[in-house]
């Protein structure tokens, strides 16, 4: 008798902590398919660059991990006839969210070269990682992406992208066109070397469900040079 209680007891604490282990992996972005974001550039002066849609188009799971195929769009132009389109990866997996690095391409003006029939263009990239008790004062690894451009077999350039020094600052609500958010603010210093080396210091915030709300650059003197904001979310 004594055993088969014993037994009972195992098999319920099993029972309690599988659901916690299952909930314990936090996406910094929208998990459900069809899900869409909208995300306005604008320059130092507050006037709009480029649009950028997310939209999540297949969630599945690969072992322990939960991945979501994003398909990424830029318009580039006002009319919204001049698009670039790319897709990417998000997974979530042992208490840990991992971002393709390859969704900070358009940060970087690079939709241009990546029209151009004569540019090819060769991306290696880190994950950006954001652990699921994160919280105020935590300090998270680097990431590097390498972007290698030339034209029939031939390197022209390589660019590499080093985002380091990133810190969790604060839990601040955040109000966006897309509503109103309590997240992650995040600082963090992105190197750029390329013909020449380029440092700038940047700042986001992130939410849970949601993603980056608003991100910010600073050049090294600490002047405004462009952000982004969350403008529409569609679930």
């Known amino acids: 008798m004594k055993t088969l209680q014993i037994v ?7 029972g309690l902590i599988s659901p916690l282990q299952a909930q314990d992996c936090k996406f910094f ?14 320059n130092k002066r507050g006037k709009v660059q480029s649009v950028q849609t997310q939209k999540i188009i297949n969630k599945k799971q690969t072992g322990d991990a939960t991945v979501l195929d994003v398909r990424q769009t830029m318009n580039t132009d006002n009319k919204g006839e001049d698009e670039i389109s790319t897709n990417y990866e998000v997974r979530c997996e042992d208490g840990k969210f991992y971002m393709d690095m390859k969704s900070f391409i358009s940060n970087m003006d690079m939709g241009q070269m990546q029209q151009s029939g004569d540019v090819e263009m060769e991306i290696t ?3 950006w990682v954001f652990p699921s008790d994160m919280e105020v004062g935590m300090t998270l690894p680097p ?3 390498e972007m290698k ?3 029939s077999g031939f390197n022209m350039m390589t660019t590499t992208v080093t985002m380091k020094n990133w810190k969790v600052e604060a839990r601040e609500t955040i109000t966006t066109p897309a509503g109103t958010f309590d997240a992650f603010k995040i600082t963090y210093d992105t190197e750029t070397k390329s013909m020449m ?9 992130l939410a849970e469900d949601v993603g980056v709300v608003r991100a910010e650059n ?7 040079q462009g952000y982004q904001e ?5 679930r």
């Open 143 to 145: 990431t590097t992406m």
């Open 197 to 205: 080396k380029v440092e700038s210091e940047n700042t986001l915030w």
């Open 218 to 224: 600073y050049n090294k003197r600490g002047k405004l």
């Open 8 to 14: 009972s007891t195992l098999i319920l604490l099993i």
């Open 230 to 234: 969350l403008t529409d979310i569609s």
């Open 149 to 151: 451009m030339g034209a």
């Open 29 to 42: 972005f929208p998990s459900e398919e069809g899900t869409e974001l909208e995300i306005t550039f604008y």
């Open 125 to 127: 990239a880190d994950s």
